[in-house]
């Protein structure tokens, strides 16, 4: 499934002219004991690692509510599978937003259908690819941080859990400039047509490495880097995100 569109503004607007309702000092207040699953700030936000039927029950909701207005085709469910990481934000307990994280394995990637010969270059040359995939954001929730966080968590996920190089996503074409100038994604290939959705899609790519560079030159800085072209300022700090990863590997270990 890919992640075309979802993170548009019912009124027209996208993720780049979201007015900012949080508060960037109160991203820097969290500490490790505040986690609760995998995030948890100290007002009503939070973002939470999906592992309940209800949990994904209400992330397919959104998903397909979203889909429905945008016009694209078939029911997508948010399933609990091995290789896949369902990250959702909440909001007073009801789900605003979702996003997936698959990671490589024999059985491939979601965008292999349409795009296996770019993704299989990719692999020939070492990357070890993760996908984002069926992100989805209630645009009643005008905030950037809440979804900078999403993003933020899944690359942590893929980057510190699963020890990959590279995230993929297929996009819309509306939504390729927003990629490529605020998060750092390049196009690869050409676009195609995914039958799926009935939509056209191209296939971006973001090396990690480089995402860390952003993170941490920018993350957490937004009070200081208003006027930047960049999404990283709405991450989490380095100081954050050092917490978030010891916390998840805690985590790791516990279920071990």
């Not at 078939?74 to 979702?98: F, I």
């Not at 997936?100 to 990357?127: H, N």
């Not at 510190?160 to 990629?179: A, K, M, Q, S």
């Not at 959705?197 to 993350?219: C, D, F, H, W």
Request: glycine residues 8%; negative net charge; contains cysteine.
């Amino acid at each position: 499934m890919s992640a075309h569109g979802d993170h548009k503004n019912l009124g027209g607007s996208s993720v780049e002219s979201f007015s900012e309702n949080h508060n960037p000092k109160e991203q820097d207040k969290i500490a490790p004991s505040d986690i609760e699953d995998v995030i948890v700030n100290q007002d009503s936000y939070g973002i939470r690692l999906l592992d309940t039927v209800e949990g994904r029950n209400s992330a397919s909701m959104l998903i397909n509510r979203m889909y429905a207005w945008r016009g694209y085709t078939g029911t997508h469910q948010s399933a609990d599978e091995p290789n896949r990481v369902t990250l959702t934000a909440t909001d007073k307990g009801d789900v605003v937003g979702t996003l997936s994280l698959s990671i490589d394995s024999p059985i491939g990637l979601a965008s292999d259908v349409i795009f296996k010969d770019e993704l299989d270059k990719m692999r020939l040359g070492g990357a070890r690819l993760s996908e984002f995939t069926k992100l989805a954001f209630d645009p009643g929730v005008q905030s950037k941080a809440a979804l900078a966080n999403l993003f933020h968590l899944a690359v942590i996920y893929a980057r510190d859990l699963y020890d990959c190089t590279d995230i993929v996503i297929e996009i819309n074409p509306r939504h390729r400039g927003f990629y490529q100038r605020m998060l750092g994604f390049e196009q690869i290939g050409e676009m195609r047509t995914n039958l799926r959705v009935n939509a056209p899609a191209y296939l971006m790519r973001i090396r990690l490495s480089y995402a860390t560079e952003q993170i941490q030159k920018y993350g957490g800085t937004f009070s200081e880097n208003k006027g930047i072209r960049s999404f990283y300022p709405f991450f989490f700090s380095p100081r954050e995100e050092n917490g978030i990863i010891a916390r998840l590997l805690r985590m790791e270990k516990d279920q071990a």
